[in-house]
């Protein structure tokens, strides 16, 4: 009876609470807008969503955009009846303490950006009343890159729904003279390409995208939902070689130098790649296919040097040689022939790379160094702030290091840290069908030296940017910004070095462009997004006052200017009685996260898996998900011990002598997990309701056992981990700690470094790494809403034929059923849901896509095979 009454009472709550959901069945958006003006290379761009709720009850309606990862957001504004609210840009702590304060009365709060590869994604929601409109705009801005000989003018449309209103416009004004444009994406198919239209005169082009509601629906990767993809408009200006386009106001100038007609520089290039195990399978492949590819495309008075690392240095050859046909040939066989295997000496290769080039100089050459790692350094020194000292000694600024990061695993902070000390740049390479192209790609930006030791004077000219560049490559433009003092005299000119001749460039007849007053405004937000930028990347290289300095003086501009930037957020202003989003901007690798959205009388939902639980004034915990429908009640929730009786048809499992981990009572708290297959368009994942203990790895063979105990406290990971060596020695692991048993002694472990056994453990900040044999597990230490847990990744898998473990399970093949919701694995349909999950096998936990299905469907058997 009290059964039924709960049950009852449960029942009445969640259609309570169905309305207020969001369900875009309910509302339309009548008008989406995107408005770009571009001017001397400094991009702003306007989104503009008008909708309207089409039913007589109040309903939660969503904005949902992506923007460049390198623009700033500084402006956005809700309009409903007539009432605009603002968003306001705070320093992040004062941001960070609206939300805390928001989540400790049990409100929607949360940080709503998190990063892709090209995009961030701006999100936010508002009840609107009956029948009632609402306008979403927001801006962004963001100076264009030149890369290859162009600029790419990058706009995501995606408004979830066919549009009858939709305009994409775009104006450019160049005082240098367009030189083409042109429009690519993929929403630039042969399904849209009479909605596309482009113009070009003189010093201005047009490009406006207005498709049809209809083409909306047909286009490649459209449907019901309307529009999803980018539209690229690429361009570039007219070039002289000559001092380049400079443009001036009363109070500021912007200086755009890529000089056309030089000679190239010939160079001295080194590679290292890491072919240490963590590189293995289609990374290994897609590197030797680049690398082959590169070697072909080095020019013959080029001279260069091969060198692989794990934990040993392996050299092609133990001198810089000349990239002759026969010398080409014989590093690409070398590069055939790489293997993956072992540990990552970093420190040993980068100071190898850099003896070969300190050992051969070449007067009148550009020398540079290429890193290519995809893991931390594990071998050799491993203390990250001692490498970064051997390589700025032995680099001793003579030439840059680019430091490539392949793959979401890598310490990117790390690699970024170590090129800026060292005048290069960290790029990611992303883990993807293209990841060849994207090292070419990269490759290709610094093939063509055409200028060394660039040094821009500006006299006349006050709180100047950048001035000194190492190498200026053909293609690309070196853009300085700064203020003018009022004497009114300004003179500007640039020293390089060319082909071992100096070189001058000051003729400024036809260079200098005066503005009036009404172009100060926008030369001074470029002087202040690019000072922003520079100073965030110096900020990273200091510590202590100097680092702190720093860090006011970004806050300051950046407030000023109203700019989201990572040390700022925008309080997203609601209308009474709702509560406002903080909007973070997060660094390269990091991804912001929202919190669990608490309703009221106990009921919450994450966003990231849409379950949550009731606990309060119910008494008694039930499990509930929430759909496109409402919420809908999956199941009471039953401790672990009936949960394990349930998956094992009412059979025990007998515990091994291996010590068990503790057996406690759970709350009902959803895990999801996830699991990647190659070549598939996207993971499986799926849920995990309760406190398990899981086997994470089991491999008999070599008496190696990984176990982990899912966490009780509504976390999302593990709390406790145990690495069994053989009976009676284990390593015993939370986020306190760790100890060691051997023999029935258990000793604390707080060195950062040190064996046990056959294991070598390593303690980083935020990680642990255990290698065993053949097998290098990970065990990344997160943070959530102020609690803290663990979650383990295998990084080099061990070989046999005895290995089990949800780290070590591989996904089924799958195909997609077209037109539906369902996946057809081996011979069985199954039903999938399109969702998200945390991915926390990576320190930044970004959030992906996938498509959730049952464990026993994903995993493709009992989950209870699974559970200690």
């Known amino acids: 009876m009290k059964r039924t009454v709960v049950l009852k009472l449960l029942c009445g709550l969640l259609l309570a609470f169905t309305t207020a959901l969001p369900n875009s069945d309910d509302w339309d958006i009548y008008s989406f807008h995107i408005n770009s003006t571009v001017a001397s290379r400094y991009a702003t761009t306007t989104i503009n969503s008008r909708v309207v709720n089409r039913v007589d009850e109040a309903k939660e309606i969503e904005f949902h955009v992506q923007i460049p990862k390198n623009a700033f957001i500084s402006n956005f504004r809700m309009f409903i009846d007539g009432q605009a609210y603002d968003g306001e840009v705070k320093a992040k702590e004062e941001a960070q303490k609206q939300y805390t304060e928001a989540v400790s009365r049990g409100q929607s709060a949360g940080i709503v950006s998190s990063v892709g590869r090209t995009m961030e994604e701006f999100k936010t929601s508002v009840t609107v009343g009956a029948l009632k409109k609402v306008t979403f705009e927001l801006t962004y ?69 207005y498709p049809t509601e209809d083409q909306q629906k047909t286009c490649d990767g459209c449907g019901e939902q309307g529009l999803n993809g980018d ?14 386009d400079i443009e001036t106001s009363p109070d500021y100038f912007v200086h755009h130098f890529a000089p056309a007609g030089l000679p190239r520089i010939s160079k001295n290039v080194v590679f290292l790649i890491d072919q240490s195990g963590s590189m293995h399978g289609r990374k290994m492949e897609q590197t030797r296919l680049a690398l082959i590819h590169i070697l072909g495309d080095l020019a013959q008075d080029d001279f260069f040097g091969l060198i692989t690392f794990d934990g040993e240095i392996s050299h092609w050859k133990r001198e810089l040689l000349q990239a002759t046909s026969e010398n080409v040939e014989s590093a690409k066989s070398f590069a055939r022939n790489i293997e993956d295997q072992g540990a990552t000496n970093i420190n040993g290769a980068v100071l190898a790379g850099a003896r070969l080039l300190n050992d051969h100089p070449r007067e009148g050459s550009a020398s540079l160094l290429i890193l290519l790692t995809d893991g931390d350094p594990t071998a050799g020194v491993i203390n990250l702030e001692v490498i970064q000292s051997n390589v700025r000694k032995a680099i001793a600024g003579k030439f840059p290091l680019y430091c490539l990061g392949f793959g979401s695993d890598v310490n990117f902070d790390f690699l970024e840290k170590m090129s800026l000390q060292n005048k290069g740049v ?33 006299i006349g000219g006050t709180n100047v940017t950048q001035t000194t560049f190492s190498h200026y490559y053909n293609g690309s433009e070196i853009v300085v910004a700064g203020q003018i003092t009022g004497n009114g005299s300004f003179t500007p000119y640039v020293e390089a070095i060319s082909v071992n001749l100096p070189i001058k460039f000051g003729e400024i007849s036809n260079t200098i462009h005066t503005s009036d007053d009404s172009s100060d405004s ?45 040390l700022t957020s925008m309080v997203v202003t609601k209308p009474p009685g709702e509560d406002a989003d903080v909007l973070n901007k997060p660094r390269e690798g990091k991804t ?116 982990g105990e899912l966490d009780k406290v509504k976390l999302g990971g593990f709390t406790r981990i145990v690495v069994h060596l053989r009976t009676d020695h284990y390593i015993d692991i939370d986020f306190n700690g760790m100890s060691v048993r051997e023999d029935h002694t258990v000793t604390p472990k707080t060195e950062d470094h040190f064996t046990t056994g056959r294991a070598t453990v390593i303690t980083r900040d935020k990680e642990i790494d255990i290698t065993a044999g053949d097998t290098r597990l990970l065990i990344y230490r997160h943070e959530k809403d102020g609690k803290n847990f663990l979650w383990p990744v295998l990084r080099q898998t061990p070989s046999g034929d005895d290995i089990f473990g949800i780290l070590v399970h591989k996904a089924p093949i799958y195909e997609e059923i077209s037109a539906t919701s369902k996946l057809k694995i081996g011979h069985q349909e199954v039903d999938v849901t399109r969702s998200s999950v945390m991915d926390y096998s990576v320190p930044s936990s970004p959030t992906v896509d996938c498509l959730l299905t049952s464990p026993d469907i994903a995993l493709q058997k009992s989950l209870g095979e699974f559970i200690i």
């Open 141 to 209: 801005e963001e100076l264009l890159t030149r890369r290859l000989g162009k600029y790419e003018l990058q706009i995501h449309a995606r408004p979830m729904q066919p549009v009858k209103d939709f305009k994409v416009d775009v104006h450019i004004r160049e005082q240098a003279g367009i030189n083409f444009v042109d429009v690519k994406g993929g929403l630039n198919t042969n399904a849209l390409a009479n909605a596309v239209t482009k113009t070009h005169a003189g010093q201005e082009a047009w490009v406006h995208f």
């Open 231 to 244: 539209l690229v408009v690429v361009y570039d200006v007219n070039r002289e070689n000559t001092l380049g």
């Open 426 to 458: 960290a790029r990611r390479i992303y883990e993807a069908s293209d990841a060849d192209s994207q090292l070419k790609g990269f490759y290709e930006e610094v093939a063509t030296p055409l200028l060394t030791d660039v040094t821009m004077v500006y």
């Open 522 to 566: 926008r030369l001074q937000r470029v002087w202040a997004y690019l000072t922003v930028k520079q100073l965030l990347e110096k900020e990273l290289l200091l510590s202590g006052a100097e680092k702190e300095e720093l860090k006011e003086q970004i806050l300051e501009l950046s407030l000023k200017h109203k700019f989201v930037t990572p």
């Open 592 to 707: 912001a996260r929202k919190t669990t959205r608490v309703i009221s009388s106990g009921l919450g939902i994450s966003p990231r898996t849409g379950y949550g639980f009731i606990s309060q004034p119910l008494g008694e915990a039930k499990l509930f998900q929430r759909s496109r429908y409402g919420i809908l009640l999956v199941a009471p929730v039953l401790d672990w011990r009936q949960h394990h009786r349930l998956r094992q048809g009412g059979v025990r499992v007998a515990a091994t002598k291996r010590p068990p981990l503790t057996t406690t009572t759970p709350d009902p708290l959803t895990h999801r997990f996830l699991l990647r297959a190659e070549n598939q368009s996207l993971p499986l994942c799926f849920d995990v309701s309760g406190s398990f203990h899981l086997k994470l790895l089991h491999h008999h063979s070599a008496n190696l056992f990984v176990d």
